[in-house]
Structures are given as C-alpha cells and as structure tokens.
C-alpha cells in the first residue's frame, strides 16, 4: 500500500489495557515512526473505566507515540486494525484499510461468540457487519503476523498480491535476558502453558518423572524467572499465531517441544528440527516422554540444534521493520534520528539549531536530560509528552536518559549527540545506553560545532 507525503497511518489500540494485542500495537507504530511516517494511535474502549482523555496504559508511554480520537477519512490516509478489532474496519470510507492477522484462532472464535449471541435475541438490535472474505471487503490490505495466518489467508481466496508479512517482535526484557542468561540456574524442570481439563499435555505429564511447572502468573517478571529455571518448554496447543510465551521460553535457553498443529505445522513460525515437533496422540505420548528425558539429560547438546529458531526471533525487531518497506513501499530514511545529551542546556539548543540549518545526515529529534525544567516558557506539553521549542518552529521532545536507551532498542534514536569530547561525559553515555561504536557523536563546541569524532 503506497504512504503519499500527506498520508496519516492510524493503528487502532485497545485503550487503557495491557496485554498481547495492544503491546504488539505500539511496537507497530514505534516502527512505523522510525520510518518517519505520521503515525497514531487511536484507542479502543475496551475496560468499563476507559480513559478517553488519557487512555495510553502506563507500560506503553515509553512508546511515545501520539493518539489521536477519530481518524481524518481521506483516501491518503491509512487504516490499520488487529484482526480481533475487525468490525472497526468500516468506521471510515475513504481511507484505506489493513487488516492485521496475528491471532486467526481468536477472530474465528469471536465471530462465533458473536453469531451465537446475536442468534438467541436476533430481532434485539441491528445486525452487526462483519468482516468478511467476499467483494464487498476485496480493497482491504492484509498483513500476516505468522505463516500460519499467510496460509490461512491464502485459502479464503485472497490474492497473494494483497497478503503482505508483517510481524511482531518480544520486549526488550527479554532480548537483554537472552543477552545475560546463564545456565548456572538451570533446573530438571519442565514449563508449560496450562489449559483446561485433561489434555496431551497431561498424558505426557503422567508419564514423565521429571517436575512440571505451569505459566499462571502472566507477570513478566514472574514468567521470566520461570523460563530461566527450566531446560523445556512444551506447548501443545492451538499455537494459532507465532506465540509469544515459546518465543520467550525459547530466548531464555528452554528447549521448545511441540504439537504439529496451526502454526508449528510449518517450517516457518517454528523452525525447529522434526525431531521436537509430535503428533497428539496415544501411541506418541512415551515418545514426547523420552524426547524430554533425552533432552534433559544431553540439555546444551539438545539446545545447540535450536539456534536457527533463537536467532530468528532476536533478528524480529529488524526484520518488522524490514517487512513495513516492503508492505508500504518505503525507502530506507535518508537521515538519521538524533538525540542530544544535556540538551536543556545553552549547548545543547545551540548544536541544534545548527543541525537544523545545516540540513545533513543528521535530524535532531530528541533532548535527553534527566534533571530537564519543564516548567520554562519554551517547553509545550502534549499528551503527557514535553517537547523544547525552538526557532523556525522546530521542536525537540524532552525524554528521560531510560527512554532513551528503550528507543535506541526500538531505532527510533540512531545517534547521540554529545555536546563534550571529554572522554568522562561520553563514558557516562556509554555505560547508561551502551550504543553501538560509532552512535555516539562528540561535538567540541565554542561558538560552533568544531569537529565531529
């Protein structure tokens, strides 16, 4: 779908809610922002104590992304809604849509909540549209989160010229817990996703010696410090998207074991070796059982065949960013995003002016001071955000030394800009953000920028 200079990209969010849906959403449109297209969020109502004048869930501010209440229906623009939001596709008129499959299981299961509902008291209200893969729907854009839902698409006759992938990616927790772990606490100990009621995974469970854990706690922390005590994570779900509890399982050294259905039916999603992947039955049941045995006792032998899987998942941030190109025919920026260090200060507006009439590689977009005054007459607020005005309308939003480092993960922040060549200043930075050699620029300032290193 082609972006025109004047396009506003829209991502529809559930409001004041934390889970799996509205993270993915804001890493959306955090990338989508790298690529320096006019993004918002628009938020759902989704909890009974909805927020319209600040529906932005406190996990989610460090995004920083704008939200706005409606979406501006012009055929420039562009809708993008999760596929468990579906009906919102037909808010708007004119303005292009994207649906964004990444949990095909969950929109088949509310289609059905919703028929089975509106069946019983029919004649109660008006009929309720819903999405559908006939010509009245046929402009609509997909993007598949998952081969499984690029499949899925593909059979309800959809033409490969309108399936676009694009992903997702895990949170920075755990792409710096993969970066740390350690196999010193290691345990016997296998993870799993409890279901409802007796299933496989419970036959496995009564044959095996060895101690099973569930993931009942959804607290990061709490499930993070599961992962690292266990050498296994078996799911032998529905696996209706590329899941994030066994991307994260994996990440943190678990050997992943798994059904052969939805999404670990392919290659793709899951690309472990055959020899971990187990049809769901009886007679397979004392095979899964050693399989688990056999890794629990050759643990680093068993997870070394695994490393294409783990390295998939650390390149995701890249490769989302990668995918949103190609899907919105976008050329890589030409400039790079820059934040300026102890940027409140008579230096640091001083180098940014400079920046801005120089017009280079390089566009200040950031000021980074912890000890900020956001009270003077040329700082302006904006939905919780606080931006420094400067000349020629120009404006440079005031972040936090920790925001920073989050949005240099995301590539939001590309260089720093020290205004210093004090080998003790730019130390500073690199032990608070540790950019890559190269990030961080020092500019000797005395009257001018004098030299770049």
Sequence with gaps: MLVYPESKIYVLCPGNNRSETAERCHQLASQLLRLNLDTYMIYLPSVEDFNAEN???????????????????????????????????????????????????????????KAADLMENILAEPMPRFFSFNRFDSDVEHWAQSEYARQFLKVNGVPEEKIYSVGDHLTQNFFDAAQNAKFTGKRNIVAYKKTGGKDFTDVVKDLSEIEWLPVEDARPEIVQKLFNRAKVYVDFGELSSREQLMREAALSNCVIITGKRGAAANDVDINIPAEFKFEETIDSALDVAAKIQDVIKNFKTELAKQQDFRDKILRERNDLFSELQT?????????????IIYGMSDIGRAIAEILFQQDGEILPKFVIDDTANLSGEDVSHEQNRHYLNLADNHRLQIISGEVAKFLYNEGRIQKFIVPTDEAAHIDIVKNAINPAEGDIIALKFEGGVDGQN
């Design 55 to 113: 529906p932005v869930d406190a996990a989610y501010t460090k995004y920083n992304i704008p939200y706005d209440s409606g979406v501006e229906d012009d055929p420039q623009n562009i809708l993008i809604v999760p596929e468990v939001a579906a009906t919102y596709l037909y808010l708007t008129k004119e303005t292009r849509r994207i649906l964004w499959w990444v949990d095909v299981n969950a929109f088949l299961r509310d289609i059905a909540i």
């Design 327 to 339: 899907a919105l025919k976008i050329a890589p920026a030409e400039k790079f995003s820059a934040g």
